[in-house]
């Protein structure tokens, strides 16, 4: 089974928000979050899955989502290569 960490940002016409989150159903997690079933924070926006990676063990999979949640300059940094790349 793979694990995956994840950001998702809001859709247009909603506020500009990312979050990032871990699941090992990355479509299924998507469709909680767009139905107010998810995370707290994600309540009350409709999101889309911008960046997803795929780890082998739920414990490299967490240790990077808490790195990638607490280290805005490394979020930061994946959304401007993201930009950069459409």
Do not use: C, P, Q
């Amino acid at each position: 089974m793979y694990h995956y960490v994840y950001i998702l940002k809001t859709l247009n016409g909603y506020l500009n928000k990312t979050y990032v989150g871990y699941s090992t159903n990355v479509n299924l997690r998507l469709n909680k979050h767009n139905s107010s079933k998810g995370a707290k924070a994600t309540r009350g926006y409709k999101w889309k899955i911008i960046y997803k990676k795929r780890f082998l063990s739920k414990s490299e999979a967490l240790s990077f989502e808490y790195s990638l949640k607490k280290d805005r300059k490394k979020r930061s940094s994946i959304l401007k290569r993201l930009n950069s790349s459409i």
